[in-house]
T-cell receptor, first 109, second 113 residues
């Protein structure tokens, strides 16, 4: 099993809908998790971090962590075309971040 | 701009040549990471420094790759005898003491022809 796994997508949602992005992780990854947004040709940008079980909200973004099931999710409410990007899930492993392959999100008008 | 800075942004080189990239981390961030990213993949860890000490190197980092951070500030990544398979985006990130999140620079896109 890979340390961090994501469905590569694309995930297509209409403008204004909720986009739900998921990520699972192995025992080799610790309990700190991050979501990065990456536009095509650009570098990853940190948008959310979550350290404890439950939900964490920041504006239109909600990160959810379920340690029992070993998954992390990111919800984007009121999706906008500008949210179209690849979303990378990362977990912390022995002093470094380990990334999934990313999920491409497409928000269509 | 006080973010992570990488130079050059783009590099095209012929196979067999050596290339060197530079990364200036966010001021006072003591951890510095190098990652490599190819199309359709997430960033892959290469190596990291805490201050000037290189604490971990990935098995991906062959002996053609070397990284330094001589004074605990900027870092360089050198690739010797480049191969076409080295074509990728090379990303640098930094992290403050005690934190787990990392902040990325703009990346250096390497194309080996």
């Amino acid at each position: 099993q890979k340390e961090v796994e994501q469905n590569s997508g694309p995930l297509s949602v209409p403008e204004g809908a909720i986009a739900s992005l998921n990520c699972t992780y192995s025992d080799r990854v610790s309990q700190s998790f991050f979501w990065y947004r990456q536009y095509s040709g650009k570098s990853p940008e940190l948008i959310m971090s979550i350290y404890s079980n439950g939900d964490k909200e920041d504006g239109r973004f909600t990160a959810q962590l379920n340690k029992a099931s070993q998954y992390v999710s990111l919800l984007i409410r009121d999706s906008q075309p500008s949210d179209s990007a690849t979303y990378l899930c990362a977990g912390y492993n022995t002093d470094k971040l380990i990334f999934g392959t990313g999920t491409r999100l497409q928000v269509f008008p | 701009d006080t973010g992570v800075s990488q130079n050059p942004r783009h590099k095209i080189t012929k196979r067999g040549q050596n290339v060197t990239f530079r990364c200036d981390p966010i001021s006072e961030h003591n951890r510095l990471y190098w990652y490599r990213q190819t199309l359709g993949q997430g960033p892959e860890f290469l190596t990291y420094f805490q201050n000037e000490a290189q604490l971990e190197k990935s098995r991906l980092l062959s002996d053609r790759f070397s990284a330094e951070r001589p004074k605990g500030s900027f870092s360089t990544l050198e690739i010797q005898r480049t191969e076409q398979g080295d074509s990728a985006m090379y990303l640098c990130a930094s992290s403050p003491q005690g934190a787990t999140e990392a902040f990325f620079g703009q990346g250096t896109r390497l194309t080996v022809v």
